[in-house]
């Protein structure tokens, strides 16, 4: 709103406000103003004082004997007035004491003031904290600029500023109207916004306590579904475990009855192998016999060709006997095969029962 109003305010009411670089056009204002500078340069000296007796030594050259000395004896002065505050009684010292320490302190001032340019190097030489004397001297210059702006404004310039300031607080006083119009508006636009906000708080409320409804319902379901599954593991951790006992019952019974079998296999091989022995020497005795009758008998072409014949009587049995073995080793790789296929038979029933009862 500020824009506006400064948009339609008079230029030359305007120009009444601005700041602007003003100068004495009398000998009494350049006297008015002469006396609050010094005043305010005095103010800023006298701040600055404790700190440079302080460091005295550092800031002696800078000051010449004359200053440096009017310090020191200002800093004694300033030490007595410390003791004789501490001391109760004596009023009369005090008050004298103190008219010592004014008159030091306008000596030393008068010295500051009559050399302007150490003034304004002492100011940026030295450094001192904040204090209430700041605010004071802050003060006091602005009185000065207001004292000035005083002087150099004359009776119609006064009155266009007092019609302008009227003005301004007529319009100030609209726009607090205004303002308090909108405020209301914006309260009243809070307050349902508030209300929205506490009717959807409520909603979420709701729902929070829905959600933690369903949440213990769906808590206790999965709960007993867990009950009903360890039950039914237990079961069928029963149902296998019999049934493994019982396949191990027959694995047992498969593996006497294979053993059995192998113990009349070997019997039998055994037996064969007696035979083949047999059947070697006979065969071996014949061939002796044969070579004793056919040297009597002399008759080489018929011995080979009796010899060729046993040769292949002998071929024919080894023939025979190595078929018998063939015949017994297929009995056996039968018999292993049926065990095993038995075995694995029983275990996929087993396999399928269970994937059915999982189904279910």
Same mark, same amino acid.
């Given at each position: 709103?500020?824009?506006?109003?400064?948009?339609?305010?008079?230029?030359?009411?305007?120009?009444?406000?601005?700041?602007?670089?003003?100068?004495?056009?009398?000998?009494?204002?350049?006297?008015?103003?002469?006396?609050?500078?010094?005043?305010?340069?005095?103010?800023?000296?006298?701040?600055?004082?404790?700190?440079?007796?302080?460091?005295?030594?550092?800031?002696?050259?800078?000051?010449?004997?004359?200053?440096?000395?009017?310090?020191?004896?200002?800093?004694?002065?300033?030490?007595?007035?410390?003791?004789?505050?501490?001391?109760?009684?004596?009023?009369?010292?005090?008050?004298?004491?103190?008219?010592?320490?004014?008159?030091?302190?306008?000596?030393?001032?008068?010295?500051?003031?009559?050399?302007?340019?150490?003034?304004?190097?002492?100011?940026?030489?030295?450094?001192?904290?904040?204090?209430?004397?700041?605010?004071?001297?802050?003060?006091?210059?602005?009185?000065?600029?207001? &004292?000035? !702006? @005083?002087?150099?404004? %004359?009776?119609? /310039? #006064?009155?266009? =500023?007092?019609?302008?300031?009227? $003005?301004?607080?007529?319009?100030?006083?609209?726009?607090?109207?205004?303002?308090?119009?909108?405020?209301?508006?914006?309260?009243?636009?809070?307050?349902?916004?508030?209300?929205?906000?506490?009717?959807?708080?409520?909603?979420?409320?709701?729902?929070?306590?829905?959600?933690?409804?369903?949440?213990?319902?769906?808590?206790?379901?999965?709960?007993?579904?867990?009950?009903?599954?360890?039950?039914?593991?237990?079961?069928?951790?029963?149902?296998?475990?019999?049934?493994?006992?019982?396949?191990?019952?027959?694995?047992?019974?498969?593996?006497?009855?294979?053993?059995?079998?192998?113990?009349?296999?070997?019997?039998?091989?055994?037996?064969?192998?007696?035979?083949?022995?047999?059947?070697?020497?006979?065969?071996?005795?014949?061939?002796?016999?044969?070579?004793?009758? &056919?040297? !009597? @008998?002399?008759?080489? %072409?018929?011995? /080979? #060709?009796?010899? =060729?014949?046993?040769?292949?009587? $002998?071929?024919?049995?080894?023939?025979?006997?190595?078929?018998?073995?063939?015949?017994?080793?297929?009995?056996?790789?039968?018999?292993?095969?049926?065990?095993?296929?038995?075995?694995?038979?029983?275990?996929?029933?087993?396999?399928?029962?269970?994937?059915?009862?999982?189904?279910?």
């Amino acid at each position: 709103m500020a824009t506006p109003e400064k948009a339609a305010t008079p230029v030359g009411a305007m120009r009444v406000l601005e700041p602007r670089q003003l100068k004495p056009d009398s000998t009494e204002t350049e006297r008015i103003l002469t006396v609050l500078d010094e005043t305010i340069t005095k103010l800023e000296m006298t701040r600055l004082i404790p700190r440079i007796t302080g460091s005295l030594e550092r800031f002696a050259r800078m000051l010449g004997p004359e200053i440096t000395a009017s310090l020191l004896k200002h800093q004694k002065l300033s030490n007595e007035m410390q003791h004789l505050l501490a001391s109760p009684g004596a009023e009369e010292t005090l008050r004298a004491g103190e008219q010592r320490l004014k008159c030091s302190l306008r000596h030393i001032l008068r010295l500051f003031l009559a050399n302007p340019l150490l003034c304004q190097g002492l100011k940026y030489q030295v450094q001192v904290k904040a204090s209430p004397a700041d605010v004071f001297i802050k003060a006091f210059a602005e009185f000065r600029d207001f &004292m000035l !702006e @005083k002087l150099l404004t %004359s009776p119609a /310039e #006064e009155r266009e =500023k007092i019609r302008f300031v009227e $003005e301004m607080s007529l319009k100030a006083e609209q726009n607090t109207e205004a303002i308090a119009a909108l405020q209301a508006e914006l309260a009243a636009a809070i307050q349902t916004r508030k209300e929205e906000m506490d009717r959807k708080d409520k909603m979420i409320e709701d729902l929070k306590t829905t959600m933690e409804d369903l949440a213990k319902d769906r808590k206790a379901e999965i709960q007993q579904m867990k009950k009903e599954g360890e039950k039914q593991q237990e079961e069928e951790v029963k149902a296998a475990q019999g049934r493994c006992a019982r396949l191990q019952e027959d694995v047992q019974r498969l593996q006497v009855q294979f053993s059995a079998l192998v113990q009349e296999h070997r019997a039998s091989e055994l037996l064969l192998r007696k035979r083949k022995c047999r059947a070697e020497v006979e065969i071996e005795n014949w061939i002796q016999k044969y070579d004793t009758d &056919m040297a !009597e @008998k002399q008759e080489y %072409s018929q011995i /080979e #060709e009796e010899r =060729k014949m046993l040769k292949q009587k $002998e071929e024919e049995e080894l023939q025979e006997q190595a078929r018998r073995n063939r015949a017994a080793t297929r009995i056996q790789a039968t018999w292993r095969g049926y065990v095993v296929r038995a075995f694995f038979k029983a275990k996929l029933k087993k396999a399928k029962a269970k994937g059915k009862g999982g189904k279910k």
